[in-house]
């Protein structure tokens, strides 16, 4: 046996990155299929609510399962539950109401444009460059929102209210992804998306047993699909990969191919639930796609 020092041979690691960014556009864009699928047979906020109570027990108790421990200080796990009202219970909230009204297609191209006005929040109160390239893609973003939204509203298919709540949802996610880069809490993400979905439900648990009925309820196999996708695929999955994201990307940066969840919802739309798409629909995608990839496009590096 040679008893000479052993030699580490350097190996080219696998980067996951674009793997993750390509799957969380996918849940993304899907998440807003599963949600208008929902809230046909579902009250919006009862869904809602069993949607983020069930995700948040399910992650805590594998985390008590696994013997992971708590993991967070106090102070994070108070940022982890503010992060929870804004992103869940107000985000998806406004969202699901909106969703009521609105096609599903329409719903995620609005929420899909937030990397566009995330670039100017992060601008403001990150201080992040402002750059004429960024600037030039939330304006495609605005017109190529707006013609849709005016299309839509012209022709009849989509109600003005739903749209409001959607863009009301889109405010909420801006605001959330900021605050976590501002408040930047520290610790293990999974425990930190358990933390926020008990927040979220727990925020939404009044409201949703007030302002709803529960007669309204129509159990269905596509009920239970739904809600399942939601628990497993959106609240868990998906918002772990963007928190992940968030974490080792900047706040705009993390959105990078965003640009792809505008076709992306569309296509689903069509083809699971036959939502009509026209081709000034098409005509309007392609400014906010071309948008956001603009604005999430990283600069040139220094010399």
């Excluded at 969202?95 to 609005?110: D, N, P, Q, R």
């Excluded at 509203?153 to 709540?165: A, E, F, K, Q, T």
């Excluded at 009925?213 to 596509?222: G, K, L």
Aim: charge should be positive; hydrophobic fraction near 55%; glycine fraction near 12%.
């Amino acid at each position: 046996m040679s008893l000479a020092p052993s030699v580490a041979v350097p190996r080219t690691g696998f980067n996951p990155l674009p793997i993750y960014i390509i799957l969380f556009c996918l849940l993304w864009s899907f998440a807003f299929v599963a949600g208008k699928i929902g809230v046909t047979d579902c009250p919006p906020l009862i869904l809602l609510t069993a949607r983020c109570l069930l995700a948040g027990i399910l992650i805590l108790g594998i985390s008590a399962v696994r013997g992971e421990g708590w993991q967070l200080a106090w102070r994070d796990a108070v940022v982890f539950a503010v992060l929870g009202i804004a992103n869940n219970a107000l985000f998806l909230g406004l969202g699901y109401t909106g969703l009521k009204t609105v096609s599903a297609g329409l719903g995620g191209l609005i929420v899909s444009a937030n990397p566009v006005f995330t670039a100017v929040a992060a601008a403001v109160f990150l201080g992040e460059a402002l750059t004429w390239r960024k600037v030039t893609g939330l304006l495609l973003g605005i017109a190529g929102v707006a013609f849709i939204v005016w299309h839509r509203l012209s022709v009849g298919s989509d109600n003005w209210h739903g749209i409001l709540y959607t863009l009301a949802s889109l405010v909420s996610i801006v605001v959330g992804t900021i605050l976590f880069k501002v408040l930047a809490p520290k610790g293990s993400l999974w425990v930190g998306n358990g933390v926020q979905n008990i927040a979220g439900g727990l925020a939404l648990l009044p409201f949703a047993f007030t302002l709803s009925d529960v007669s309204e309820i129509v159990p269905s196999a596509r009920l239970v699909g739904a809600l399942a996708f939601l628990v497993l695929g959106g609240s868990i999955l998906a918002y772990l990969l963007w928190f992940h994201l968030l974490k080792v990307c900047g706040a705009t940066a993390a959105s990078a191919y965003h640009f792809l969840m505008p076709p992306l919802g569309m296509l689903f739309a069509f083809l699971v639930l036959g939502e009509h798409i026209e081709f000034r629909d098409l005509l309007g995608i392609v400014p906010v796609a071309l948008g956001i990839y603009l604005v999430t496009r990283p600069g040139k590096a220094p010399a």
